[in-house]
């Protein structure tokens, strides 16, 4: 089993910047690929970003040049840095983990609210 515990969300202006935070825990070496989703109020969850073991990262259309994945191995941590945000952005993300047997696991998930 792996636990995942997202930390770093907010309230920020448009045009302004914050960076999530996924701590993981458990039978950690089973995950090849992490990733970020998000769900807007009134919406269904939508891919935002994700990372291989080996660092390969891909990107939502959406946020592609505006926000950056990465992780932290030793750390057991996955980031997300989001700059220039939008009010479009505001949503619950998630992070997820994905093992070489196909289990998938989910945080709880941590609000990000982009108003002026």
């Known amino acids: 089993q792996v636990q995942l515990v997202e930390s770093g969300g907010g309230l920020v202006q448009p045009g302004g910047s914050l960076k999530l935070s996924c701590a993981a825990s458990?039978?950690?070496?089973?995950?090849?690929?992490m990733g970020w989703y998000r769900q807007a109020p009134g919406k269904q969850r939508e891919w935002v970003a994700t990372?291989?073991?080996?660092?390969?990262?891909n990107y939502a259309a959406s946020v592609k040049g505006r926000f950056t994945i990465s992780r932290d191995n030793a750390k057991n941590t996955l980031y997300l840095l989001m700059n220039n945000l939008k009010p479009e952005d505001t949503a619950v993300y998630s992070c997820?983990?994905?093992?070489?047997?196909?289990?998938?696991?989910w945080g709880q998930g941590t609000e990000v609210t982009v108003s002026s």
């Open positions: 997820n983990g994905r093992s070489y047997s196909s289990d998938a696991y």
């Open positions: 458990g039978s950690i070496l089973s995950i090849h690929t």
């Open positions: 990372i291989t073991s080996g660092s390969m990262t």
